[in-house]
């Protein structure tokens, strides 16, 4: 089968590998759309593990099925999820599922960017889902990244009425946007160093896009009665945007950090400052089947 291989981040090989031989609990899925995550172009995160097959967000068709599988069938259109939890150790009954080390170690074969991926048993078992008639298997591919701002929010408590201000417009960015607005924000405000993004933001539900060169907090108080926001999603890890988050939050407020800065970074936090105005710090990685 063809494979697209890793080896840096200009360096990608349509390669051949065997076919994955699926055993007992197993299914062997035809992968046929595959989302880029942010996480694939960071080439510090991935270098260390190169050559390999990425790509978790997956969907395709179920071609075999292996013994004792009664859920699913040959045909099934389903989305995989790559990472699944133990649901036994002491992170995951604490509700802390994406530190669990099975949820670390647990994943494809050989990555979503390849023709064929085998689906070990325990993500069968927990981590397959059968995509409805409705939706097609590009959408089906923003299921797992959906996942993980649904999550994030959960843990940000975005309730209605709140201000947040989104920083970053990307991806995740939009889909935070999206949900905010679901969930009843009074005021949703977005950044972006991309005016193109910033067009985007709007049309997906940012009542304002400021650009990420102007002085965000000022623009926020402009736009927020005099306040700054309630809830604060940082989805890039560039320092300038999160020396922006810490700048931005309003007292009682929590900043969420979804991604990742580079290696090394270290943030300094006015310390006194946010014990006296009760800011919340929340990071948040991945997805979880279980909130």
């Known amino acids: 089968m063809r494979v697209a291989m890793y080896y840096n981040n200009r360096d990608v090989r349509l390669e051949e590998m065997p076919t994955p031989q699926i055993g007992p609990g197993e299914l062997l899925l035809k992968s046929l759309a595959c989302g880029i995550c942010g996480s694939d172009v960071m080439e510090w995160y991935r270098i260390h ?3 390999l097959v990425l790509g978790h967000e997956a969907t395709g068709e179920i071609v075999e099925v292996g013994e004792g599988v009664e859920q699913f069938k040959k045909g099934d259109r389903i989305f995989v999820s790559h990472h699944v939890p ?13 530190v669990c080390d099975t949820l670390r170690s647990t994943n494809f074969d050989p990555g979503g960017f390849a023709e064929y991926v085998r689906v070990p048993q325990i993500n069968v078992d927990r981590g397959v889902f059968i995509l409805p008639d409705n ?9 797992e990244p959906l996942a993980c701002v649904v999550r994030g929010q959960r843990l940000a408590h975005i309730e209605p009425g709140q201000t947040v201000i989104v920083i970053g417009s990307g991806i995740s960015g939009l889909l935070h946007i999206l949900l905010t607005r679901l969930a009843g924000a009074g005021r949703v405000i977005a950044t972006d160093i991309n005016e193109y993004r910033l067009k985007m933001a709007k049309k997906f539900g940012a009542d304002f896009a400021i650009s990420a060169d102007e002085d965000v907090p000022s623009r926020l108080l402009e736009l927020n009665d005099n306040r700054l926001a ?3 999603i940082a989805t890039t890890g560039a320092v300038p945007a999160l020396n922006t988050a810490l700048k931005s ?5 929590t900043i969420l950090f979804f991604a990742p800065a580079d ?16 800011i919340t ?6 997805a979880s089947l279980l909130i």
């Open 263 to 278: 290696p090394g970074v270290d943030l300094p936090i006015p310390f006194n400052d946010f014990w006296r105005d009760c």
């Open 86 to 98: 133990c649901n036994t150790c002491h992170y995951c009954l604490n509700g802390n599922h994406t």
């Open 49 to 51: 593990k190169a050559p």
């Open 281 to 286: 710090l929340m990071p948040t990685y991945g």
């Open 249 to 253: 939050v309003d007292r009682g407020g």
């Open 230 to 232: 309630d809830r604060v």
């Open 135 to 143: 939706l097609s298997l590009e959408d089906g591919t923003l299921i």
